[in-house]
């Protein structure tokens, strides 16, 4: 009769080790009562880059890659797109449950509450180069908020989690268009609470000389999707960020900062700006074949294209891209638009592409889309950034909470040198080895 156990026979030592499994796990704790020697090291998983390890229990967000499908708290992200608003899905993301109308009328009224930003925050924001990076200027002002909310390091206490939640999931968006007006040269728009929460962000971005900012409905709802649909995707790299800086006790504004300084990156919220480029570097409708032929050969991975959790859809780009038909329809479409229409219907029209995992994911109508409302390309890691806030704080609330929980503490593979003898600077001898030959990578 099948048991819930893995059994492991250790070729090194004849041994035979039986480990449970639970949820399709097995504790690394238990693999390292696997010794070759009883004085010796237990064994350890190589696992670079945590494909392959759990590294929580979390109820927040499920991803299910073969079923291509993507839930927060057990609701269908298709779902929560058609028919709610981003800071609903943020209170679901947080609280754990859908509000109630009252429930939600005091959760916004507590977003709100907190959109402004200290003066002294505005005033070290105008510090910065006026050709900073928009993701720098965000991750460097989120982390100097530690020290304007000293309170926050109490993360013990619930109630001091909910004011950082709602004070981080105010100003962001903030944070953010002050980032961009910063790289434009214009001055700062501070919120407008009478706005949605998309609204006041598209106020901040855009507003000039109006005495009032009244968002393009069809806009402000497409970029409310957009929020939705980047809420959360439960353990990825800046959320693994989270859950490292967080495991120390950290206050959440450094935690924040990490999990930003994560998503930086052009591998992970940097893909949709590294999408633009592809479709720059293309050029032309013609020659997309070519493109499509070297990716084939070289089977290299290419931003919008594919996905390393999702096997045959994106169900985030099944959502997107309707509301993209409709924004392209109410503004007028993106010059770089035919070339990534194209590599649709080519990808469409050969299921082959499908069997090898490329497909176009929701990076790739992302960026088109961000494009076509007139956000800079410098800006899309912003706004990948702006609604997993809302992910962040409710997976960092969930490990604070955790008793199980202590400061991450991971193992390696040592390579390097054997133990050797310290020789005085004036007594070693150059081996003819030039800087360039050394052993570090540095």
């Known amino acids: 009769m099948p048991r819930d156990t893995l059994t492991i026979i250790d070729d090194r030592t004849g041994r035979e080790y039986v480990v449970p499994v639970e949820d399709n796990a097995v504790r690394a704790a238990d693999l390292a009562a696997i010794r070759e020697r009883p004085d010796g090291p237990g064994l350890l998983s190589?696992?670079?880059?945590?494909?392959?390890?759990?590294?929580?229990?979390?109820?927040?967000?499920h991803v299910d890659g073969e079923g291509g499908t993507l839930h927060y708290r057990g609701y269908p992200v298709e779902d929560l797109a058609a028919g709610g608003t981003f800071l609903e899905t943020a209170y679901l993301i947080v609280k754990g449950e859908l509000p109630t109308v009252e429930r939600q009328r005091v959760w916004e009224h507590n977003i709100k509450h907190h959109t402004m930003l200290h003066e002294n925050v505005r005033k070290a924001m105008q510090g910065f180069r006026y050709d900073a990076p928009p993701m720098s200027i965000l991750l460097g002002t989120i982390s100097i908020l530690s020290a304007f909310y000293p309170d926050a390091r109490n993360v013990e206490d619930i109630e001091c989690r909910r004011i950082q939640t709602r004070r981080l999931i105010g100003k962001v968006p903030t944070i953010a268009a002050f980032a961009h007006r910063q790289s434009c040269g214009l001055p700062y728009v501070y919120p407008d609470n009478d706005l949605s929460y998309a609204g006041n962000f598209l106020s901040m971005m855009f507003k000039m000389t109006e005495l009032e900012f009244r968002p393009n409905p069809v806009i402000e709802r497409a970029l409310d999707v957009?929020?939705?649909?980047?809420?959360?995707?439960?353990?990825n790299c800046a959320t693994a960020a989270v859950r490292v800086a967080g495991s120390s006790n950290a206050d959440p504004y450094a935690v924040v900062a990490a999990a930003a300084a994560a998503m930086s990156g052009p591998g992970h919220g940097g893909r949709s700006e590294q999408v633009m480029r592809m479709l720059r570097e293309i050029g032309t409708v013609d020659r997309v074949p070519a493109f499509l032929r070297g990716l084939s050969e070289v089977h290299r991975f290419v931003p919008g294209l594919g996905h390393r959790l999702y096997r045959r859809r994106d169900p985030r780009?099944?959502?997107?891209?309707?509301?993209a038909d409709a924004v392209y329809a109410e503004v007028g479409e993106p010059e770089l638009l035919p070339i990534a229409r194209e590599i649709e219907r080519v990808?469409?029209?050969?299921?082959?592409?499908?069997?090898a995992g490329i497909f176009p994911n929701v990076d790739f109508h992302a960026a088109l889309v961000f494009d076509a409302m007139g956000?800079?390309?410098?800006?899309?890691?912003?706004?990948?950034a702006i609604p997993r806030v809302v992910s962040w704080m409710a997976q960092w609330a969930e490990l604070v909470t955790d008793p199980a929980h202590s400061a991450v503490l991971s193992r390696q593979v040592y390579e390097g040198e054997p133990p050797r003898r310290y020789v005085p600077i004036e007594d070693r001898v150059s081996e003819g080895a030039d800087e360039t030959e050394l052993r570090s990578p540095l």
Do not use: G, K, N
């Open 226 to 235: 957009l929020f939705i649909l980047y809420a959360d995707l439960a353990q």
């Open 46 to 61: 190589y696992d670079p880059d945590l494909h392959h390890t759990a590294i929580c229990r979390s109820r927040v967000c």
């Open 347 to 355: 990808l469409a029209d050969d299921e082959t592409w499908l069997e």
């Open 317 to 323: 780009a099944d959502v997107l891209r309707p509301v």
């Open 375 to 384: 956000i800079p390309a410098p800006m899309f890691p912003v706004l990948h």
